[in-house]
């Protein structure tokens, strides 16, 4: 069974404090992996999506990378406009995404 | 960039009535959209796959005669949640994809008094 798993669950930071979340995964054939943003009453807005072990790309202050097991979310001097919920996903050709749980981030100016 | 429209934002029904969501795709067609349900703090579980003239596949779990779904275009699914209970509360969302990637609709919240 596939699993979706991030990490932490909340995340706190001070404007201008990196740091990165996690994403962890368990499939049986990674055909993609995304990145989503969720802001409180809205759908998922798309973020990224990563293919193969290695593969990094960035957008303004986020930067996600890809490794066989996992994937990072690095956040550079975090403004409180980046407040939101981080959704993780994977693409197994279910033609379905599969969720991790999300980590909730608040940032305070 | 791809857009999915879900209408309405918000519903507040009682319960035992029935409440229809849509979901359409604007500037692409779609022989796929799937509806997703999020609980609050919780993430979205895939609820069922909405195929453009045949039958919804559903997940393990979901009722089908409670959650009653239509694909009868290229650009348009209906979500119909049929005699709406306080449990059904929550927080509905479409989802497609244009070919690359998948693009999500704005969500409903559904609220059963």
């Known amino acids: 069974e596939d699993q979706v798993t991030q990490s932490p669950e909340a995340l706190r930071l001070q404007e201008g404090e990196s740091s990165s979340l996690n994403c962890s995964y368990t499939v049986s054939g990674l055909r993609g992996l995304f990145w989503y943003r969720q802001d409180p009453g809205k759908g998922p807005e798309f973020l990224f999506t990563?293919?193969?072990a290695g593969e990094e790309k960035e957008k303004e202050r986020l930067k996600a990378t890809l490794t066989k097991k996992e994937s990072f979310l690095h956040i550079t001097a975090p403004k409180p406009e980046d407040s939101a919920t981080y959704l993780c996903?994977?693409?197994?050709?279910?033609?379905?995404?599969?969720f991790g749980s999300g980590t909730r981030l608040q940032v305070q100016p | 960039g791809a857009v999915v429209s879900q209408h309405p934002s918000r519903v507040i029904c009682k319960s035992g009535t029935s409440v229809k969501i849509e979901c359409r795709s604007l500037d692409f067609q779609a022989t796929t959209m799937f509806w997703y349900r999020q609980f609050p703090k919780q993430s979205l579980m895939l609820m069922a796959t909405?195929?453009?003239?045949?039958?919804?596949?559903?997940e393990q779990g979901v009722e089908k005669d409670k959650f009653l779904i239509n694909h009868a275009s290229l650009t348009l699914s209906t979500l119909t949640v049929t005699s709406a209970h306080p449990e059904d509360s929550s927080f509905y969302i479409c989802?497609?994809?244009?070919?690359?990637?998948?693009?999500f609709g704005s969500g409903t919240r559904l609220t059963v008094v």
């Open positions: 989802s497609a994809s244009p070919g690359e990637g998948y693009t």
């Open positions: 990563l293919y193969s």
């Open positions: 996903a994977v693409d197994t050709g279910r033609r379905a995404l599969t």
């Open positions: 909405s195929n453009e003239g045949s039958k919804a596949t559903y």
